[in-house]
């Protein structure tokens, strides 16, 4: 049974000498280790790529993969109702008669309305159009700042038009995914 825990290793000179095959359990661990954060690290940008691939051919469910419905339609609620009805009022305050029916309206239509063909049409709205040509890694990279925002939080600004403000995507690791959890639009002039 001894023979099974020791290898028995010859160097150039002859002599031989033991090592446990335990020993570079460290070393393989280490690489390991990097390994998986370096997938972890290139995976929010590949969700990025699979989210672009996605938006170009129209491919509703992938998109809607890489959606978190719930904190999307949440965010896209709190702030349509801040675009309509402005800052919310004081704490002292009574809010406006028609504020909680614009609310309610807006909320509605979002649950509603907010499908991933939506998205599909806003975003053919906001891409410009590359049909029959294919779009390269540099062509996006010029469009694309993103960054690690915590552990679990990824932001990627993306510019259409040089002129525009960058729409935000904010992304959450979820069910060893990336999700999409809020988008932030930029603001007609």
Not at 20 to 28: F, V
Not at 71 to 89: N, W
Not at 118 to 140: F, H, M, R, W, Y
Request: overall charge neutral; charged content about 15%; aromatic content about 8%.
């Amino acid at each position: 049974m001894r023979h099974l825990t020791k290898l028995q290793f010859k160097t150039a000179d002859g002599p031989t000498f033991s090592r446990s095959r335990y020993s570079r359990l460290p070393h393989a661990f280490g690489m390991a280790m990097l390994t998986i954060i370096c997938i972890y690290a290139l995976s929010p940008y590949i969700a990025l790529w699979s989210i672009n691939n996605a938006l170009r051919s129209h491919d509703a469910q992938t998109l809607s993969s890489h959606i978190d419905w719930s904190a999307l339609t949440h965010s896209l609620k709190e702030e349509s109702v801040a675009a309509i009805l402005g800052p919310p009022p004081a704490a002292d305050d009574l809010p406006d008669f028609g504020s909680s029916f614009a609310t309610n309206a807006v909320s509605h239509a979002i649950d509603t309305r907010l499908t991933p063909d939506t998205l599909l049409s806003l975003a053919s709205q906001l891409i410009p159009s590359s049909k029959g040509s294919t779009v390269s890694p540099s062509d996006i990279l010029s469009h694309l700042s993103a960054h690690f925002v915590a552990l679990t939080r990824f932001e990627a600004r993306v510019t259409t038009t040089p002129d525009q403000a960058p729409t935000v995507v904010h992304m959450k690791f979820e069910h060893w995914r990336w999700q999409i959890t809020r988008l932030e639009m930029p603001q007609a002039a």
